[in-house]
């Protein structure tokens, strides 16, 4: 990852830019990087400490560098100031070989997002073309990276997944839980919950799970919310079907595939017991190939 900054860097090869937050790398921000050239690169504009994002910084730069040569991030802390053209003259003077500049059609830049695309195609020389994707519509509607976090935080995360073109995700260190699943109930891992995540509605999910150091998925069934009936602590616990987790691993990723059902409270452990019984067998239906 590079920080865009006038002191230590300089893009002497890319001839096109697309510029943006990008945060999901989604549908549409798929189909604004189709725009680039050959010798495309990609600037990330936002903040370092942007909260509820759908995809990290670090992994929205590895999933973009599958679509271009280059990728930058410039944090928006150190240009939110910048008037328009100012802002316009640090882009030409780091990409001197730039012949194009991809953006949305809802693009906005400078000072209190003052610049947009009409601003940006006025100070740009004749020499560089705009180019600018229009609405990306499903069902008539805009897509927007607001509308999937919307869909995720309702539990509707098959739905974020077509928007997503992959499983949203959380990842995280593994910590201690409460030690009733292995003693009472089934083993679960937990997983930190990361500080100022974007979290799927409470509830039971399908997942699918990724450990530090093995490419390998395995399926499971994840909580997520309140401990409604032990000790009331948000939590996000999951346990691994078909697979006994003998060393519990020190980081995961969880990737929702569908949800199961809402928390619920009960009234003793072997009614809690009984449900996740009914649970384990539904994500196993679910995460079923085809």
């Avoid at 271009?68 to 802390?77: D, G, N, R, T, W």
């Avoid at 195609?121 to 180019?131: A, F, V």
Wanted: aromatic letters at 8%; charged letters at 20%; hydrophobic letters at 45%.
């Amino acid at each position: 990852m590079s920080d865009f900054l006038a002191h230590d860097f300089l893009d002497n090869s890319s001839t096109s830019l697309a510029i943006g937050k990008f945060d999901g790398v989604h549908l549409a921000h798929q189909q604004l990087l189709s725009l680039l050239d050959t010798k495309g690169a990609v600037l990330i504009v936002d903040w370092q400490r942007a909260k509820e994002v759908l995809t990290p910084l670090k992994e929205r730069i590895h999933l973009l560098q599958a679509c271009a040569k280059e990728v930058y991030f410039l944090p928006l802390e150190r240009v939110c100031t910048l008037l328009p053209s100012e802002f316009c003259m640090l882009l030409l003077s780091k990409c001197p070989h730039l012949q194009k500049i991809v953006v949305g059609y809802d693009f906005k830049f400078g000072v209190q997002r003052s610049g947009d695309i009409h601003t940006l195609r006025h100070l740009l020389p004749p020499n560089i073309r705009l180019e600018v994707l229009p609405a990306f519509k499903i069902k008539g509607m805009p897509l927007h990276a607001r509308h999937i976090r919307t869909c995720i935080k309702r539990g509707e995360v098959g739905l974020a997944c077509q928007f997503l073109t992959r499983p949203f995700s959380l990842e995280g260190v593994v910590i201690s839980g409460q030690r009733l699943g292995s003693a009472q109930l089934y083993p679960t891992l937990n997983m930190a919950i990361p500080p100022n995540a974007l979290l799927p509605a409470f509830g039971v999910y399908a997942v699918r799970v990724k450990f530090a150091d093995n490419p390998a998925y395995f399926e499971g069934v994840s909580f997520l919310g309140e401990r409604l009936s032990t000790d009331r602590h948000l939590a996000l616990e999951t346990h691994i079907l078909n697979t006994q987790i003998h060393t519990p691993p020190l980081f995961m990723q969880i990737s929702f595939i569908q949800k199961i059902r809402d928390n619920a409270f009960f009234d003793n452990l072997q009614e809690l017991k009984m449900q996740i019984s009914t649970d384990i067998d539904r994500a196993k239906t679910l995460l079923k190939p085809g």
